[in-house]
């Protein structure tokens, strides 16, 4: 078959080549404690967008780390006899969490679902920190040049934490019976958050993203999702005298460092031919994971629909 990237014998041994902050447990886990002292305030209030026979829909608010008001799409079973699983759901780089119909599936077996609008874009989540350096192309520089805390996807990875503990809340939840499913950007925050929150029960990742970025520029793929790591070398290190700090900088928010954390059973769809998140680097993420895990693998299929995956992820999430 045609390659884009490493055989497929090799793809399954892969590690990455990015480095890990020494000091990578130790980040995460202030990280955490700050989360655990920030009073999420959540606000339920019916929406007007949809008006389900068998559901209740809710825009919910709480508050993120920093103060910032985050968003989310909430729906739940109406008049359920008994508390119920609910997944945790995570948009693609620059989206939203889209609309509300196509949630409803999972409710109609019974599941809540809350969806997720990621800080500063394309939804209603607000993004109030300030930050020193570059902010032009994309999200996972935003806070390079500042203090590791400043990373905004360091923030964004907490707000995934908060909505688990948010949602884990509510009376009409299973707290223990909690899922995460997401692809690209999505993929990579459905394992940041099983990553954050050990307690979740089930995690679906598809081809994610924020994995390896060094295996990125070494494949000459800093572009489309990943032209941000480009245009910060191109700014601030035309000559490359910094990279290592640079990777071992980004390395706080790689998820193949976050992954081994997770304890949920996963499950992910693998793209051999992807070339905006590449195999290896979705295989560093995977091969990371220590918990129960299979991966369905994709041989033609690059950054995409992979068919009957969604059909695959819903079978698996309603065994929550």
Same mark, same amino acid.
């Not at 948009?91 to 889209?98: D, K, L, M, V």
């Not at 954050?196 to 070494?218: A, G, H, N, Q, T």
């Not at 245009?231 to 035309?238: A, L």
């Given at each position: ?64 780390? +920093? ?52 800080? +500063? ?16 192309? +994309? ?84 572009? +489309? ?96």
């Amino acid at each position: 078959m045609p390659l884009v990237d490493k055989p497929l014998a090799e793809l399954r041994e892969y590690r990455g080549v990015s480095p890990m902050p020494h000091d990578f447990d130790a980040f995460w886990e202030k990280a955490l404690a700050e989360l655990e002292a920030t009073d999420p305030q959540p606000v339920l209030k019916p929406t007007t967008a949809i008006q389900p026979r068998n559901a209740e829909a809710f825009d919910l608010w709480f508050t993120g780390v +920093g103060g910032a008001r985050i968003y989310a799409k909430y729906l739940r079973p109406k008049n359920p006899s008994a508390a119920h699983p609910a997944v945790l759901n995570f948009h693609g780089y620059s989206g939203s969490s889209a609309d509300w119909q196509d949630k409803l599936s999972y409710v109609s077996e019974g599941l809540a679902m809350a969806a997720l609008d990621c800080r +500063g874009q394309g939804g209603r989540s607000e993004d109030n920190t300030p930050v020193k350096g570059n902010t032009l192309k +994309g999200h996972f520089i935003r806070g390079l040049d500042d203090a590791p805390e400043k990373l905004l996807f360091r923030s964004i990875f907490l707000d995934t934490a908060q909505l688990a503990r948010v949602v884990m809340s509510f009376e009409e939840i299973d707290a223990n019976r909690i899922g995460t499913f997401g692809g690209s950007q999505g993929g990579a925050l459905s394992v940041a958050c099983a990553s954050l929150v050990p307690s979740i029960k089930r995690c679906v990742s598809i081809f994610p993203f924020l994995s390896d970025y060094r295996r990125v520029w070494e494949m000459d793929l800093a572009k +489309g999702a990943y032209e941000e790591l480009q245009t910060f070398f191109r700014n601030f290190d035309p000559r490359h005298e910094r990279e290592e700090e640079i990777f071992t900088r980004l390395g706080y928010i790689d998820i193949k460092n976050l992954a081994p954390r997770i304890k949920a059973e996963c499950l992910f769809g693998l793209s051999l031919m992807d070339t905006i998140c590449p195999p290896s680097t979705q295989f560093a993420a995977y091969n990371a994971i220590t918990s129960k895990k299979d991966g369905i693998i994709y041989p033609d299929f690059g950054h995409e629909g992979l068919p009957g995956f969604s059909d695959d992820a819903f079978n698996f999430l309603c065994q929550l």
